[in-house]
T-cell receptor, first 114, second 112 residues
Framework: DTAVSQTPKYLVTQMGNDKSIKCEQN?????MYWYKQDSKKFLKIMFSYNNKELIINETVPNRFSPKSPDKAHLNLHINSLELGDSAVYFCASSQTSGGRYEQYFGPGTRLTVT | GESVGLHLPTLSVQEGDNSIINCAYS??????FIWYKQESGKGPQFIID?????DKRQGQRVTVLLNKTVKHLSLQIAATQPGDSAVYFC???????????FGKGTKLSVKP
């Protein structure tokens, strides 16, 4: 069974559109994350979220918003897509927050904005 | 901003040789360190972790060394194989930042 899954794996869309990426984890973890990986492979955290607290990286534009229908899901919604949003987006989860536990990553979603 | 970095962005080794990937971290309050391997087209995968009360930890063919005095972390891969070719990331956590902070990756290429 896949521990952390994301859909879609590839997403090609035009500037100005709104899109969502879905993430699910079946590990029973309390905390989920979204990362953006740029063309230089740098992993930048965008959000961390557990059932109590959403922590937003202050550099993330407010066009990006995480939505969590339940503990096992953390979707990423992006409004008014821009060319610079093109990247690979990874969802991850960990037992709890605080940065002292292994994070399990999904397979990634490659977003291309044209 | 980024607090963890790698000394070598690329590393090329001969199959069968040992590989050493280095990492410097800047937050002396970090007490958890982890190495990930990312193969092409996949998400990062856990390799090994270490907590600050240790200076060495061994896994299968991998060893992580932690030197808190100079804030340095290294990953040693014994008898490197073609399947080890990937980008390797170190990350630190447990400090005031509240999350894992990833460094820049090092691309390991294994020559047959």
């Amino acid at each position: 069974d896949t521990a952390v899954s994301q859909t879609p794996k590839y997403l090609v869309t035009q500037m100005g559109n709104d899109k969502s990426i879905k993430c699910e984890q079946n590990l029973g973890h309390d905390t989920m994350y979204w990362y953006k990986q740029d063309s230089k492979k740098f992993l930048k955290i965008m959000f961390s979220y557990n059932n109590k607290e959403l922590i937003i990286n202050e550099t993330v534009p407010n066009r990006f918003s995480p939505k969590s229908p339940d503990k096992a899901h953390l979707n990423l919604h992006i409004n008014s897509l821009e060319l610079g949003d093109s990247a690979v987006y990874f969802c991850a989860s960990s037992q709890t927050s605080g940065g002292r536990y292994e994070q399990y990553f999904g397979p990634g979603t490659r977003l291309t904005v044209t | 901003g980024e607090s963890v970095g790698l000394h070598l962005p690329t590393l090329s080794v001969q199959e069968g040789d040992n590989s050493i990937i280095n990492c410097a971290y800047s937050n002396s309050a970090s007490d958890y360190f982890i190495w990930y391997k990312q193969e092409s087209g996949k998400g990062p995968q856990f390799i090994i972790d270490i907590r600050s009360n240790m200076d060495k930890r061994q896994g299968q063919r991998v060893t992580v060394l932690l030197n808190k005095t100079v804030k340095h972390l290294s990953l040693q891969i014994a008898a490197t194989q073609p399947g080890d070719s990937a980008v390797y990331f170190c990350a630190e956590g447990g400090g005031s930042q509240g999350n894992l902070i990833f460094g820049k990756g090092t691309k390991l290429s294994v020559k047959p």
